[in-house]
């Protein structure tokens, strides 16, 4: 899950609170237990999904018209349901406005096809950018819109919180600490999944890259980078407009769902 938890601290503020950002919240002396308690509702009708369950289900790939029931927790990590060439739009339909996503399977398989395996499952429906740092980042992909996941690290199926399990994925070249301009380095508008303790504990959460953000995340690249917006920045813009220094955003803007459909391969 940045423990997907956390997203971090921008570089303007302190560097090394900006290198623990996209590690879980649980990993440093942040919290974000309260967080939906202490953010202003906007306008939008909170969105109204399935409560949340902790009785997991073995993860069977979902028909490509997506599934009839909401599931967020699994006994494991997906196998392979996508193709390894095949090349995928995901829209992302927040409450102000879509952001379509392109994410190619042949740059990061596990990545791609655990995204694509949950959002047809709709696990992201309903779910809150939780923690949106200007300048850095726009975090989501949590069901309990903490940051937590709900893990509990203790045996059980809520050991690692939702969505049940952990995966590796994979990361962009070392050598972009020194030679951000390299492909694979991270640019603005790039897609790439919290972890709390590098790319083998990757989860359900993700983060878009801000203007800005790059920088940072160029001088630790510990995280799986699987997309890039082709539609829909000035949306992922406004969202980082309303967060804060602390990760704690001004405004609830929520994921209404994730729809993704196959370009190519």
């Given at each position: 899950m940045i423990l997907a938890l956390v997203i971090v601290g921008i570089v303007l503020l302190v560097n090394s609170s900006?290198?623990?950002a996209a590690n879980k919240p649980t990993t440093t002396t942040t919290t974000t237990a309260t967080t939906s308690t202490t953010i202003t509702s906007t306008t939008f009708a909170t969105p109204t999904t399935q409560p949340l369950t902790t009785a997991a289900v073995a993860p069977?790939?979902?028909?490509?018209?997506?599934?009839?029931?909401?599931?967020?927790?699994?006994?494991a990590a997906p196998s392979s349901c996508i193709s390894a060439t095949s090349?995928?739009?995901?829209?992302?339909?927040?409450?102000?406005?879509?952001?379509?996503?392109?994410?190619?399977?042949a740059a990061s398989f596990a990545a791609v096809n655990n995204f694509v395996f949950l959002a047809r499952y709709d696990f992201y429906n309903g779910t809150l950018f939780h923690r949106v740092i200007p300048g850095f980042v726009v975090q989501g992909g949590d069901p309990t819109g903490t940051g937590t996941g709900g893990a509990t690290g203790q045996a059980g199926p809520m050991k690692y919180g939702y969505p049940g399990y952990e995966f590796t994925g994979n990361t962009p070249p070392a050598a972009c600490k020194k030679t951000p301009s390299l492909s694979g380095c991270y640019q603005p508008g790039d897609l790439a999944l919290a972890n709390s303790s590098g790319p083998s504990t990757d989860e359900s959460?993700?983060?878009?890259?801000?203007?800005?953000?790059?920088?940072?995340?160029?001088?630790?690249?510990?995280?799986?980078?699987?997309g890039h917006v082709v539609s829909g920045m000035n949306v992922v813009e406004k969202i980082g407009a309303d967060g804060s220094s602390s990760g704690t955003?001004?405004?609830?803007v929520y994921l209404l769902s994730v729809s993704m459909k196959q370009v190519s391969g």
């Amino acid at each position: 899950m940045i423990l997907a938890l956390v997203i971090v601290g921008i570089v303007l503020l302190v560097n090394s609170s900006a290198n623990k950002a996209a590690n879980k919240p649980t990993t440093t002396t942040t919290t974000t237990a309260t967080t939906s308690t202490t953010i202003t509702s906007t306008t939008f009708a909170t969105p109204t999904t399935q409560p949340l369950t902790t009785a997991a289900v073995a993860p069977t790939c979902p028909p490509a018209t997506g599934s009839t029931k909401r599931v967020v927790l699994f006994t494991a990590a997906p196998s392979s349901c996508i193709s390894a060439t095949s090349v995928w739009d995901a829209t992302f339909k927040t409450s102000l406005g879509d952001i379509v996503v392109q994410m190619p399977a042949a740059a990061s398989f596990a990545a791609v096809n655990n995204f694509v395996f949950l959002a047809r499952y709709d696990f992201y429906n309903g779910t809150l950018f939780h923690r949106v740092i200007p300048g850095f980042v726009v975090q989501g992909g949590d069901p309990t819109g903490t940051g937590t996941g709900g893990a509990t690290g203790q045996a059980g199926p809520m050991k690692y919180g939702y969505p049940g399990y952990e995966f590796t994925g994979n990361t962009p070249p070392a050598a972009c600490k020194k030679t951000p301009s390299l492909s694979g380095c991270y640019q603005p508008g790039d897609l790439a999944l919290a972890n709390s303790s590098g790319p083998s504990t990757d989860e359900s959460q993700f983060f878009f890259v801000l203007p800005g953000g790059q920088t940072t995340l160029n001088t630790e690249p510990n995280y799986t980078n699987f997309g890039h917006v082709v539609s829909g920045m000035n949306v992922v813009e406004k969202i980082g407009a309303d967060g804060s220094s602390s990760g704690t955003p001004a405004v609830k803007v929520y994921l209404l769902s994730v729809s993704m459909k196959q370009v190519s391969g």
